[in-house]
């Protein structure tokens, strides 16, 4: 029988007039097995990531273009993050990465109670990421490097740091664009951070009352692939903000 | 209803904590490989090295956290062909910057 002749066929009637149901409660109408479904919402979720792709792909494009014009401003402006709160921040998402991807292997295997600690473990590596990424951010505006906020040229012109190239001031201006990038950036990937660990509360709220744990595990599944796919922008941040302009 | 052996109906390969701790530790050795060569010296392939290690980490956690390794070709192309564009978008507007000021120099 092909799927058309199911579609149209006369739904069989019980008693009282409620139409039979022979699958999960979970599976929607239009699709055929619970396989099909699985398929067609990760399909879906990708297509989304694939858009996200693009939008910080336009970033990644201007960072490349303004590190190749203004060179020894972005070179200057990197050394000023601190590279050990960089490289913690990238363990903690690393972590926050494998917890997710244990949550999804408890609802699998319809563990409600690990489904819950793995949430939450993911939830609390989120949150120190974005403590984190907060006190790295005040230091900017202790040091006065905020772009247009009483942005200070004298880290540049005048290095304290003895490997540090003095910059012209015309030079040193210019790291304003490498902060202005650095903001952005890190500013839309904590949002993405942000929206994410909304979510997670969401979830973790939905999985307490026992969804996900009895065989429809598409929302886990879909936003452990979102997680992954903020944990991997981070993973490019991190060279290009941190590390590849680095004094020796 | 008929059998059904086409590859949107099968069903869905879990994968387990063994490979999800392995590539977590290969992920973290990789960061502080990464960190490590970023104090060494090598002029333009201190990027390169950067870069690579940061590609390398991204295709491990597409291919094992998020499934793709274990998913349906359909999925495998999805990706495939976004990572295509991208590249085809940035290599064009690279292209055009670089030759922008062709020979003015």
Known sequence: ?248 | MSERNDPEHAEQHIVGPKVYGTVFGILLLLTATTTGVAFIDMGVYNAVVALAIACIKAALVVLFFMHIHYSSRLLKMTVGAGLFTFIVLILLTMSDYISRAWGMW
């Open chain 1, 1 to 248: 029988m092909d799927s058309q002749t199911i579609a149209t066929a006369p739904e069989e009637q019980l008693p009282g007039g409620v139409g039979r149901h022979e699958h999960p409660s979970f599976l929607r109408h239009h699709f055929e097995t619970v396989g099909q479904q699985r398929e067609a919402a990760s399909f879906g979720m990708w297509v989304f990531l694939l858009t996200e792709v693009m939008f910080f792909g336009g970033m990644f494009c201007a960072y490349l273009i303004f590190r190749n014009w203004y060179h020894p401003a972005f070179v200057a402006g990197s050394n000023t993050l601190d590279i050990t709160l960089g490289t913690t921040n990238t363990a903690v998402l690393i972590c926050s990465s494998f917890t997710m991807a244990m949550a999804v292997f408890s609802a699998e295997m319809r563990r409600k109670g690990a489904l819950m600690l793995f949430l939450v473990l993911t939830i609390f590596l989120g949150l120190v990421f974005l403590g984190i990424k907060g006190v790295e951010w005040h230091q900017k505006y202790v040091d006065h490097h905020i772009p247009g906020m009483g942005f200070s040229i004298q880290e540049f012109v005048h290095p304290t740091n003895p490997k540090a190239v003095a910059l012209a001031p015309d030079m040193a201006e210019k790291t304003q664009i490498y902060f202005s990038l650095y903001f952005l950036m890190t500013g839309m990937h904590a949002l993405h951070m942000v929206i994410g660990v909304s979510l997670l509360f969401f979830l973790l709220w939905r999985a307490s009352r026992g969804a996900y744990t009895e065989g429809h595990i598409m929302p886990i599944e879909n936003f452990g692939l979102y997680w992954h796919f903020v944990d991997i922008i981070w993973i490019f941040l991190f060279p290009l903000l941190y590390l590849i302009s680095r004094y020796q």
